[in-house]
């Protein structure tokens, strides 16, 4: 069915403004007692006791029920929240996928005591969970996994290998997608499941892989005859393509796909201030990089004020990835070009430190999540174009 694209304006309510004074107060004191250093894509950045910290804020799990550890707030507060997190490059890579997506699963399709058993420490930032879904032969084509599951006595005995799982090493459990019945060729969506693993089960095994950036943040995780008990299996079995496709609606379009290099802009800004008065090219060029992230943000806001309303704007999630994610790739690029123009040192002091991040770390940005190629195909389905 052909669709058009739909962004209706969204400011952000009263009580998301009031609660970004706290969240600026909290990170400025953090600061100040050293407990972080800013960093370029500061979610791939792990530090449990930072994570900690933010659930006894109260700000993890923030939309949840308050019996699952939550604070019932809406999902506009959650996003100012995570705005002011990435703005100041803090590391919330620990919570990050069981905050985002983990989290809201169980509450779609997770028994009650599944959501008993795991939110309340995700929200107290203390049960961290990475995403098992890409495969060496599936990633854009994700219906491709190999990796099986075979009904034993009480459960299912789990067989196979994930990769670039981000933060495997580091967290509690993995929600597995698995073939829990034979790839049908007519419609390979169907067979599909989503099996919650711990990650001291016996028969799995974590091979860390090191990024560009020179650290260890994905990892290969192989299963053995690893045993899940059905307690542990998510939903329903046979129904984990759809289960995931929800979740990759809320993974697209949140500020985490345009401010991930914010501190660049904001150091690059903070430099032009400071030194004689730029020339009309570098304002032109430095205006033109603050007007796309403006237009972004209200994309994105207004995707997470639909998706707050109960609608599944996928087809306006995957546009604000894709210029999104496009921006990142740009602004490292022109922020060394105009610092060039503009004698900004890209060698020494804070700029350079955080341009050094984004430069090794962008070429990721159109890719993790879904690759852009993938999500234009969709957009341009969704469109009727093709
Ligand atoms: C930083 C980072 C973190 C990640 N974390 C996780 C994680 O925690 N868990 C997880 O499961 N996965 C994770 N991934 C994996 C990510 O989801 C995959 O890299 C992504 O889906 C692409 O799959 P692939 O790497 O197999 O590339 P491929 O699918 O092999 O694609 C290679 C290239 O071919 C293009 N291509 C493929 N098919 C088509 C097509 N039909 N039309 C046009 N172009 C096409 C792609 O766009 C891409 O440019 C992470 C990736 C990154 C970079």
Known sequence: MTQTLNFPHQPLPDSAENLRADIRAFLAEERRQGSFQPASDSWLACDPEFSRKLGAAGWLGMTWPRKYGGAE????????????????????????????????????????????????????????????????????????????????????RLNGRKIWSSYAHRAHCMVVLCRTSPRDDNDRHAGLSQLLVEMDS????????????????????????????????????GNGWQQVVGELAYERSGPERFLSYYGVLA???????????????????????????ASLRQMSL??????????????????????????ERLLPEQARLIAGANEISTHQGEFARLLRGAILHAPSATLRGGTNEILRGAIARGLGLR
């Open 73 to 156: 707030r809406s999902a506009l507060d959650r996003y100012v929240v995570t705005e002011e997190l990435l703005c100041a490059g803090a590391p919330v890579g620990a919570h990050w996928a069981s905050d985002r997506q983990t989290g809201p699963m169980l509450l779609r399709f997770g028994t009650e005591e599944q959501r008993q058993t795991f939110m309340p420490p995700m929200a107290r930032g203390e049960c961290y969970f990475a995403l098992g879904m890409s495969e060496p032969d599936a990633g854009s084509d994700l219906a491709a996994v190999r990796t099986r599951a075979e009904r034993v006595d009480g459960g299912w």
């Open 202 to 237: 016996p028969g799995l095994q974590v091979r860390g892989i090191t990024n560009l950036a020179g650290v260890q943040h994905f990892n290969e995780v192989l299963f053995e005859d690893l045993f899940v008990p059905d307690s542990r299996v998510v939903g329903e079995i």
């Open 267 to 293: 150091e690059l800004v903070a430099n032009l201030a400071a030194g004689p008065t730029p020339d009309k090219a570098t304002l032109a060029a430095t205006g033109a990089l603050i007007s796309q992230l």
């Open 302 to 327: 207004s995707v997470a004020a639909r998706l707050e309303a109960g609608e599944m704007p996928a087809l306006e999630a995957a546009l604000v990835k894709d210029l999104g994610t496009r921006f």
